[in-house]
């Protein structure tokens, strides 16, 4: 049984104004055609399929088509879980026109999903909460998924039936695997957890949250570790993390696939891949990834002048950069025109002032095409003359969400 694990598609998001759905275009793409190559019998997403509460409709219209081909009308598994960035409805909105062609989309943690059988075979045994067990129609055993979306630390402890409040994240989530996995798991079937949430090795170095991906952490909650998965789990698909990374051992992989497409400068350096997995019951999975190529790369650069700055950004055309430059007061609109005549995507210019000062060049911007959460920092800022700290971003991030959801 081969499965390909990607996550974190983010679709309908933006750097900065540059919209980069041609992108997600191309790259769901490459995902389509490795899925066929690799004749995996499975695919799954693991989280964060949009990257707002409200997509906009070529984004809606991407996730479903791109999921309605890697399901070949109902011969190959897909299953799509919710991130923190989606809306638990909105994922589970399409799921009776999914299920006849075989995609299974969970929003809520305590799910419990409709059996389905499509016509190429594909059917589901045993249905739970939190729990499926899927027949694959060209595998003679079947696949356990353990599907916990994301929620909130306060909402996930009142899903899984938690009443003690002093009782851990970490305790509730893994009793709730436990259960699962001893009730449904065993030595007959592939079993595999998959999930978006914050993961880590006990004792072990806390890996770097992606920009904007801080609000997983709300009040400080706890991290959970990887010994909280039950030993029957072979393979651990995770969303969130942006950075492609294996936080487990190869008796048990804990893997986060990353992000398809570099989504900010801190992803810049990353090379983006898709996980393959080949597993049979009984036995550590084999893995393998595949690269994903990308359209633009991301750049920073600095520079101690506008014609070195302008001689870099024409060898770095299909790319968006991010410079900072080095200038004496301030910057001159005709240095200005200069560099932006010299490339198509800058995504910011930095003027490191010699002079005294610094500070973020402040371009003209249409305050439509900013989303809540800049605007937010830059209010913010032109009030107390500093940017608001990440608790008081998450606030703002939980309000926002809140809002969309009546909004809705
Ligand atoms: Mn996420």
Redesign the pocket.
Known sequence: MTILHTA?WHLGKYLDRFSRLEEQQAVLEQIVEIADEHDVDAVIVA??LFDSFNPPNEASELLYSTLHRLAKNGSRAVIAIA???DSPERVDMPDVLARVSGILFVGMPMAESKPFETTRGLKTIQIDKGFVELQLPQCDFPLRLILTP?ANELRLKKYLGSENRDESLRTVLQKHWTELADKYCDETGVNMLVT?LFIMQKGGEQPEE?EG?KA?LVGGSQPIFTENIPPQIQYVAL???HRSQNLGDNQQPVVYSGSPLAYSFAEASQKKYVHLVHAKPGKPVSMERVELKQQFDLYQNKFEGVDEAVSWLETVQESYVQLSLKVEKYLSAVDKRRISDAHERIVSIVPEITDGFSGTEQRAVNINEQSMEILFDQFFQSKKGVLPDDALKDLFREIQNIEEQKAE
């Open positions: 974190d989280g964060d991130g923190n960035h994301y978006h992606p991906e997983i969303g969130h993390l």
